[in-house]
C-alpha cells in the first residue's frame, strides 16, 4: 500500500518557520520525484517544489524560491520541507506527492501527481 504521510504543520507567526516531513512507504522511493503541493481554502491546488531522489536535483515555483527548501533523506525514504519568512498566504494544506514524471513546472506538480497522502495544515497569523 502506497503512503505519503505528511507532518509538521502548526500555526506559525508571518516570519517564522515551520519544517514539514514526507514519510514515504509502499513504492520504490528512488523511481520517483517527491514533492510538495498546497490548497488554501477556496482555491485550487498549487504546487510548490519538488525533489528528484536520484540527483537531489529541485524545482520550486517562484511564489516560495528563496524561503522554503526541499531535502530528501533515500535512507529513510523522507522528503523535508523547510519553510522560512512564512506569510499569511502560505497559510493552506500541504500535501507530500510522488510523481514518475514530473512537470517541468512546479507549480504543475498536482495535475501530474501518482500518488499523495493526507495533508498536513499550516497556518500563519499576521
Known amino acids: 500500500e502506497v503512503q505519503l504521510q505528511a507532518s509538521g504543520g502548526g500555526l506559525v507567526q508571518a516570519g517564522g518557520s515551520l519544517r514539514l516531513s514526507c514519510a514515504a512507504s509502499?513504492?520504490?522511493?528512488?523511481?520517483?520525484?517527491i514533492g510538495w503541493f498546497r490548497q488554501a481554502p477556496g482555491k485550487e491546488r498549487e504546487g510548490i517544489s519538488y525533489?528528484?531522489?536520484?540527483?537531489?536535483?529541485?524545482v520550486y515555483t517562484a511564489s516560495v524560491k528563496d524561503r522554503f527548501t526541499i531535502s530528501a533523506d533515500n535512507a529513510k525514504n523522507t522528503v523535508s520541507l523547510q519553510m522560512n519568512g512564512l506569510k499569511p498566504e502560505d497559510t493552506a494544506v500541504y500535501y507530500c506527492?510522488?510523481?514518475?514524471?514530473?512537470?517541468?513546472?512546479?507549480?504543475?506538480?498536482?495535475?501530474?501527481?501518482?500518488?499523495w497522502g493526507q495533508g498536513t495544515q499550516v497556518t500563519v497569523s499576521s
Open positions: 506527492a510522488a510523481v514518475l514524471d514530473p512537470p517541468i513546472l512546479a507549480s504543475d506538480l498536482p495535475q501530474y501527481a501518482d500518488y
Open positions: 509502499g513504492f520504490t522511493f528512488g523511481d520517483y520525484y
Open positions: 525533489i528528484s531522489t536520484l540527483d537531489d536535483s529541485t
